[in-house]
């Protein structure tokens, strides 16, 4: 090509990519816009019970989606020009001053002694358990006395690049929000306290782009629970801002847990969450799309196509078909309803005596002491049809348990496989309880952070670590990280 054929094309090619940004750039601001005009709305129009405080959680979340997505497509941050200056960290702020001396103590360029010339000063606000402090980062700048060739330590990478949080604050942030389900703007008042004016929306900004930051380590937790010969699995409603309407739409968090204690295994246990705007059935398959064994569940339709390919063989969970005898028996006190419960007690009864064992000695205890109990459950259940109204919330119970039998059968031969979806079910909760504190995730992006924290902060307590202290080492150490290597910073092998 001619030089004046590679200049045409070298200008074609950065009007693409600036035409390019100023796309992404206006995407993010719609997205912004939309998301503030629908909490405006529903704080506006909404029943008398939408305060102020609901107003600034829908706020909340879709900051946490923009700074996400800002993140991800490593958009410039280009501050508007009537953006308020950024207001310096107080005084009454401990001062912890670390000083970054040049490795070389002579001049790399001719070998002469260093003299100092000056230095460059950031400051970095930390948390530490109990206290805020400000890390001091001097960086003197040296000149070589014989040629006065310029030198410097360079500036550490930092998980927020430009920006003022350390690690330890940033993961005190995550937690607070994802583990102790206090919202950003509570945070933002309790910060006021300490003489720190951190805005909720600076907050929101910082938990997006340390989770995008993050994933890569959530996706290496998800490859380790599908690894595993057997998982849980389980689903739960989360309220998302609707596009355009300043509605909510139910969408979902999943969660796939891998547990292999129960049988002795010293396999890491790890839950991994997933978000998807709806529940239908393509999400848990493309989730599941690279997983082959066993997988607890409930009676959920869109898993069957799973189920259909073989690949995933079902185990049903006895812990559902209690709970519906338990139900009926507080309701009615019924006799039936209390015998049932009574004859699953007996298969727990089994479980406990085989806990911890390893799975040969599993599977021989529950044939030789659970089968029976299980084979004269389903019989006895049979028997109680026809003595009853089919109509009846008790007959309904019983259809649901005979149902459920065959699939919940294969436990009974597999030492590698529990009673009941219980694990799953435990992996929920800490979303049930978030969601007394928030109203709803902003965008598709903010549910997607929300799955990170959860996958990382819920798998680091699984395995007995402090998600704080663990988050911000990780947050201190993944900037400079290699992708290849990242299962070293996994919070089981901080505890080896």
Same mark, same amino acid.
């Given at each position: 090509?001619?030089?004046?054929?590679?200049?045409?094309?070298?200008?074609?090619?950065?009007?693409?990519?600036?035409?390019?940004?100023?796309?992404?750039?206006?995407?993010?601001?719609?997205?912004?816009?939309?998301?503030?005009?629908? $909490?405006?709305?529903?704080?506006?129009?909404?029943?008398?019970?939408?305060?102020?405080?609901?107003?600034?959680?829908?706020?909340?979340?879709?900051?946490?989606?923009?700074?996400?997505?800002?993140?991800?497509?490593?958009?410039?941050?280009?501050?508007?020009?009537?953006?308020?200056?950024?207001?310096?960290?107080?005084?009454?702020?401990?001062?912890?001053?670390?000083?970054?001396?040049?490795?070389?103590?002579?001049?790399?360029?001719?070998?002469?002694?260093?003299?100092?010339?000056?230095?460059?000063?950031?400051?970095?606000?930390?948390?530490?358990?109990?206290?805020?402090?400000?890390?001091?980062?001097?960086?003197?700048?040296?000149?070589?006395?014989?040629?006065?060739?310029?030198?410097?330590?360079?500036?550490?990478?930092?998980?927020?690049?430009?920006?003022?949080?350390?690690?330890?604050?940033?993961?005190?942030?995550?937690?607070?929000?994802?583990?102790?389900?206090?919202?950003?703007?509570?945070?933002?008042?309790?910060?006021?306290?300490?003489?720190?004016?951190?805005?909720?929306?600076?907050?929101?900004?910082?938990?997006?782009?340390?989770?995008?930051?993050?994933?890569?380590?959530?996706?290496?937790?998800?490859?380790?629970?599908?690894?595993?010969?057997?998982?849980?699995?389980?689903?739960?409603?989360?309220?998302?801002?609707?596009?355009?309407?300043?509605?909510?739409?139910?969408?979902?968090?999943?969660?796939?847990?891998?547990?292999?204690?129960?049988? $002795?295994?010293?396999?890491?246990?790890?839950?991994?969450? =997933?978000?998807?705007?709806?529940? =239908?059935?393509?999400?848990?398959?493309?989730?599941?799309?690279? #997983?082959?064994?066993?997988?607890?569940?409930?009676? #959920?339709?869109?898993?069957?196509?799973?189920?259909?390919?073989?690949?995933?063989?079902?185990?049903?969970?006895?812990?559902?078909?209690?709970?519906?005898?338990?139900?009926?028996?507080?309701?009615?006190?019924?006799?039936?309803?209390?015998?049932?419960?009574?004859?699953?007690?007996?298969?727990?009864?089994?479980?406990?005596?085989? =806990?911890?064992?390893?799975?040969?000695?599993?599977?021989?205890?529950?044939?030789?002491?659970?089968?029976?109990?299980?084979?004269?459950?389903?019989?006895?259940?049979?028997?109680?049809?026809?003595?009853?109204?089919?109509?009846?919330?008790?007959?309904?119970?019983?259809?649901?348990?005979?149902?459920?039998?065959?699939?919940?059968?294969?436990?009974?031969?597999?030492?590698?496989?529990?009673?009941?979806?219980?694990?799953?079910?435990?992996?929920?909760?800490?979303?049930?309880?978030?969601?007394?504190?928030?109203?709803?995730?902003?965008?598709?992006?903010?549910?997607?952070?929300?799955?990170?924290?959860?996958?990382?902060?819920?798998?680091?307590?699984?395995?007995?670590?402090?998600?704080?202290?663990?988050?911000?080492?990780?947050?201190?150490?993944?900037?400079?990280?290699?992708?290849?290597?990242?299962?070293?910073?996994?919070?089981?092998?901080?505890?080896?």
């Amino acid at each position: 090509m001619s030089p004046s054929g590679e200049r045409v094309t070298s200008v074609i090619r950065r009007f693409v990519q600036q035409s390019l940004a100023e796309v992404k750039s206006q995407a993010v601001l719609i997205e912004k816009l939309r998301h503030q005009l629908a $909490g405006h709305r529903a704080h506006r129009f909404g029943a008398s019970s939408e305060t102020a405080d609901q107003l600034q959680l829908a706020l909340e979340m879709s900051e946490i989606a923009i700074a996400a997505m800002t993140a991800r497509l490593h958009l410039p941050e280009n501050a508007p020009a009537d953006k308020p200056k950024r207001k310096p960290i107080p005084d009454h702020i401990p001062r912890l001053e670390v000083g970054l001396i040049p490795a070389n103590t002579a001049c790399t360029n001719c070998g002469g002694k260093l003299r100092r010339l000056g230095e460059d000063v950031t400051e970095e606000l930390e948390c530490v358990p109990g206290r805020f402090i400000v890390n001091r980062i001097v960086r003197p700048r040296m000149a070589c006395s014989g040629c006065d060739c310029f030198t410097q330590a360079p500036l550490p990478s930092r998980p927020i690049e430009r920006g003022r949080p350390g690690p330890g604050l940033l993961a005190h942030v995550l937690v607070n929000k994802y583990a102790d389900h206090l919202p950003l703007y509570r945070q933002s008042q309790i910060f006021d306290r300490d003489g720190l004016d951190i805005d909720r929306s600076t907050l929101a900004d910082w938990v997006g782009k340390s989770t995008a930051l993050l994933a890569p380590l959530a996706d290496a937790i998800g490859r380790h629970v599908l690894a595993g010969q057997a998982i849980f699995a389980d689903d739960t409603p989360v309220a998302m801002l609707a596009p355009g309407t300043g509605k909510t739409q139910t969408a979902r968090l999943w969660a796939y847990s891998r547990d292999e204690r129960p049988w $002795g295994s010293a396999i890491p246990p790890a839950s991994w969450y =997933r978000f998807s705007s709806d529940r =239908r059935g393509e999400h848990p398959k493309d989730h599941l799309s690279e #997983y082959s064994g066993w997988m607890h569940a409930d009676g #959920y339709a869109g898993f069957e196509d799973l189920y259909r390919h073989g690949a995933i063989r079902e185990v049903a969970c006895m812990a559902h078909v209690r709970r519906k005898f338990v139900d009926v028996h507080k309701a009615q006190g019924s006799a039936i309803a209390d015998e049932a419960i009574r004859r699953i007690a007996g298969l727990y009864a089994v479980e406990k005596v085989a =806990r911890a064992l390893p799975p040969d000695k599993r599977v021989e205890i529950r044939q030789v002491e659970g089968k029976p109990v299980f084979n004269g459950l389903e019989v006895w259940l049979n028997a109680q049809l026809p003595r009853i109204s089919g109509k009846s919330p008790l007959a309904g119970a019983i259809l649901h348990a005979l149902s459920r039998m065959a699939r919940m059968r294969p436990y009974l031969d597999h030492g590698i496989l529990e009673i009941n979806n219980n694990t799953a079910e435990r992996a929920m909760r800490p979303i049930a309880l978030g969601r007394k504190n928030y109203l709803f995730v902003g965008s598709q992006t903010g549910g997607k952070s929300a799955a990170i924290a959860y996958t990382l902060i819920e798998t680091a307590k699984l395995n007995s670590v402090d998600p704080q202290e663990w988050l911000a080492d990780t947050l201190a150490r993944i900037p400079d990280y290699k992708i290849t290597r990242v299962d070293d910073l996994l919070p089981w092998n901080k505890t080896r």
